[in-house]
């Protein structure tokens, strides 16, 4: 589409360093896979976790509990390592949803206080706050605007009873990036929680924790891990006081070791960590699957990754462009992300021609939706333009 031949592909290919890592993902041998905001494939890190805790399974031996936590243990490091952050604030959750619908149960609510929200959300981040008006709690709406919310969008809603702003870093119908510093930012000068729903981004993009309170995320996507996985952050000045909503036996102190552990002492106190989140049992196949993939996104490197998607992006948003095709994603500088949208007369149409020639991408709000990763590549793009 921008002059480059398929010889010229494959060189760039071979020069990118994270290219040798395209021939470890299997889906890569039948299909132009360009779809992972909506589902990512297994990473080879994540596929081997599960093979492995699979097989230990088959067997019940004395050292499987103390294993089995010393593995969530360092899940939770490789979760913390890939977002910057510290592994007493990693709490595993079982979605994204489950994560928010935590955060929001768990604030000391008042009759008379709002939360803010966006319209065009993923319901995701919609539904856990709905749910809060039953305790009389006021929802207010940010207008959806290209380009996604900035402060002066969110100024004219927030007042002293204001406890939340709740906002997708990522939009997931158009791929647009908030600026989570700056918005976050303002909400801490105002005494406003800042919640984030950052599934369309991590694993794509290089976290920025500052100012963020609450950051949840699915494995189901650009992690890379399976679903029924994910993690919620807790920023230490909000952990330290943070009540759950609900507690039971393993959201107190840690139970490693059963022998040791009065079970029928029902007066421990919560865990002095983000696993106090944790009421019961995590699924270790998706929990330690999605921990082994986060460490190998942090050894490619987040930046690394961020450059090499938006690069693919550019490359693709040029190719329609080259078509007289309409890019609805905002191309904003520092605002982009994985995900790059278009309009064309007919897109359910073209979705399945798309699919009959073994490219996969997704059709959202009415546009086609392109969810690049950094194991794609520009023939892969090259096969979805040559159907336009």
């Not at 929001?104 to 959300?121: C, Q, T």
Request: hydrophobic fraction near 45%.
């Amino acid at each position: 589409p921008n002059g480059k031949t398929a010889v010229d592909n494959d060189a760039a290919s071979r020069v990118n360093p994270l290219a040798a890592e395209r021939g470890r993902f299997a889906v890569t041998a039948e299909w132009a896979y360009l779809n992972h905001a909506s589902r990512g494939p297994l990473s080879p890190a994540a596929a081997a976790a599960i093979e492995r805790v699979a097989g230990e399974m088959l067997f019940c031996h004395p050292e499987q509990i103390p294993a089995m936590e010393r593995d969530l243990t360092e899940a939770r490091r490789s979760i913390a390592a890939l977002i910057g952050a510290r592994s007493m604030s990693i709490a595993f959750v079982a979605n994204t949803s489950s994560g928010l619908a935590h955060v929001a149960g768990s604030l000391d609510w008042r009759s008379g206080d709002n939360v803010i929200l966006r319209r065009g959300e993923f319901p995701a981040n919609v539904y856990p706050w709905l749910n809060l008006r039953r305790r009389s709690v006021e929802v207010r709406w940010l207008d959806q605007r290209p380009g996604g919310v900035t402060v002066d969008d969110l100024r004219p809603l927030v007042d002293e009873r204001t406890r939340v702003a709740a906002l997708s870093w990522v939009d997931f119908a158009d791929g647009s990036r908030i600026d989570t510093a700056a918005l976050g930012g303002f909400c801490r000068e105002r005494g406003v929680r800042f919640v984030v729903d950052a599934i369309q981004g991590v694993g794509a993009l290089a976290v920025d924790l500052k100012n963020i309170d609450a950051l949840v995320c699915g494995g189901g996507k650009w992690t890379l891990a399976p679903q029924g996985g994910g993690f919620l952050h807790l920023a230490p000045e909000l952990l330290a006081d943070w009540t759950p909503d609900r507690l039971g036996w393993l959201s107190v102190v840690p139970n490693a070791d059963l022998r040791l552990h009065r079970l029928t002492d029902y007066e421990q106190p919560p865990a002095p960590d983000a696993r106090r989140v944790e009421p019961g049992s995590n699924s270790l196949l998706t929990q330690l699957a999605l921990g082994d993939s986060c460490a190998y996104l942090r050894d490619l490197g987040p930046r690394a990754i961020e450059t090499r998607i938006v690069e693919l992006c550019d490359y693709l948003i040029a190719g329609l462009a080259a078509r007289n095709v309409t890019v609805t994603s905002p191309i904003i500088p520092g605002r982009r992300s994985g995900i790059v949208t278009f309009a064309v007369d007919e897109p359910a149409a073209l979705l399945e021609r798309l699919r009959a020639a073994g490219v996969i991408v997704s059709l959202r709000e009415g546009s086609l939706r392109v969810g690049i990763h950094f194991y794609n590549n520009t023939n892969d793009l090259d096969r979805l333009l040559a159907e336009l």
